[in-house]
């Protein structure tokens, strides 16, 4: 997306002006959404990798409303000279208003750090629990994001054959806490490895990459016959792969 693309973005019909504006004016207008933190109850018993269900505590963070658009990703591009990502010039990919994908692990860090000296704030990928804790909303025991129900029909839905692309941020309703696409559209990279024997396991050792060949992940992936996923799923890649499904989402640290 060269400096001339970024001068024209089009702005879709319907989005939220929280939205239109980080698109219009770039990643200095992310807006974080202030979460306190508590303990909840994480995990799940549909898979074994997220169990056993335990209590979780987080402390306070703040979270991106939306995961990082296409349009914020060029500013990193244009300001640091990084690579593109892998999808940059496939028009199923790369629509303003969509979100990033194609950026691997590595990448997603790289866009955090820079975004940590433009902003002046300790920008980062969240961990699994605070990624769980976000998705919530505030559903103590739910499912999805909006409750325990799935988008199979009605205007939430997706369709039988579902999209061959990302949607554009803010085309589903947020959750509780008032973020968008926690539960569809594209996965999100975690900070943490991914111990596929759940959470019961001895802690990984980060220096160790056969201990933990991928990275964690979260959220809902448009290529997949299941387009929405719940709360608990957990996912993982190898941290430098770049698939058209992966994206990313911004956390910052609270005192």
Not at 20 to 46: E, Q, W
Request: proline fraction near 9%; charged fraction near 20%.
């Amino acid at each position: 997306m060269s400096e001339s693309r970024l001068a024209a973005i089009s702005i879709p019909t319907g989005t939220p002006e929280s939205i239109a504006c980080v698109l219009r004016d770039g990643p200095r207008a992310t807006n974080f959404i202030p979460l306190t933190g508590g303990t909840f109850t994480m995990g799940s018993l549909a898979r074994p990798d997220e169990q056993p269900i335990h209590e979780a505590t987080v402390g306070p963070f703040a979270v991106a409303f939306a995961p990082v658009s296409n349009a914020e990703f060029a500013h990193f591009i244009e300001a640091t000279g990084h690579e593109p990502p892998r999808f940059w010039d496939d028009e199923r990919f790369n629509a303003p208003a969509q979100p990033v994908v194609g950026v691997s692990w590595f990448d997603a860090n790289d866009y955090c750090a820079w975004l940590s000296e433009l902003l002046a704030r300790p920008c980062r990928l969240p961990t699994e629990a605070e990624r769980e804790f976000a998705a919530r909303g505030g559903l103590e025991g739910a499912l999805y994001p909006w409750g325990d129900e799935p988008w199979t029909d009605g205007t939430l839905a997706l369709g039988a054959k579902g999209t061959d692309r990302p949607l554009v941020t803010g085309s589903r309703p947020h959750n509780g806490y008032g973020l968008y696409h926690m539960g569809e559209n594209v996965h999100e990279w975690c900070s943490g490895w991914y111990d596929p024997t759940g959470y019961a396991g001895i802690p990984l050792d980060p220096a160790d990459p056969d201990a933990a060949p991928r990275r964690a992940s979260r959220g809902g992936s448009w290529r997949h016959h299941v387009k929405v996923t719940r709360i608990a799923a957990r996912s993982a890649l190898a941290p430098g792969a770049r698939y058209n499904d992966y994206g990313m989402r911004v956390y910052v640290g609270l005192l």
